[in-house]
């Protein structure tokens, strides 16, 4: 009998391309709370992130012989989210197009306690590829150059990328 709670993660990896759930489900525990942090950061509603990790863990699932670099499964998995985020958000932003111009329906959005924190705030003025700079490198725990490959940029354009992008931060904060 295998013992999933000893596995490394390369066994793990390996059960999962032959379509073991319970090995994927291992390595998706592994990083499920990072994953979930990043989704909230960039789709900023917990019901939209909720969803977008839960697409992602299915479309990796459904795709794991695809991963070609057992050591790339993380950056893969963040990658995959991050395509299911911004789904999310163009379709989030083409509903709230149709229902104001329809004007009949409001959006019942859920208060978001953390955009009264300054750090949110300063987070939300960033654009899109600087949060995902960003959220890849604080909640992900990236190096510029493994985010550089998963946004197909030149991990100097994502360092000073990054570092602009923090010191738009540092600048709202102060």
């Given amino acids: ?35 979930y942090r990043f989704a909230l950061y960039m789709t900023k509603h917990p019901q939209d992130a909720e969803d977008a990790v839960s697409e992602a863990v299915i479309s990796a699932f459904e795709n794991m012989k695809a991963l070609k670099k057992e050591e790339s499964f993380r950056s893969w998995m963040f990658t995959i989210l ?24 409001q959006i019942a959005e859920e208060p978001d306690y953390a955009q009264w924190h300054d750090v949110r705030r300063a987070f939300d003025a960033l654009d ?19 985010i550089a490959g998963m946004l197909d940029r030149n991990a100097a354009t994502v360092r000073s990328r990054k570092s602009r992008a923090l010191e738009k931060m540092r600048s709202a904060l102060s």
């Fill in 1 to 35: 009998m295998f013992d999933y709670d000893n596995a490394s993660q390369a066994e793990l990896i390996q059960r999962a391309k032959r379509g073991d759930a319970r090995a994927f489900s291992r390595l998706y525990a592994q990083i499920y709370k990072n994953l």
């Fill in 128 to 146: 899109e590829e600087e949060r995902m700079i960003v959220a890849f490198s604080v909640f992900g725990g990236y190096k510029s150059e493994e």
């Fill in 82 to 105: 991050n395509n299911q985020c911004k789904k999310a958000m163009r379709i989030g932003q083409r509903e709230k197009a149709r229902l104001s111009e329809n004007g009949t329906y």
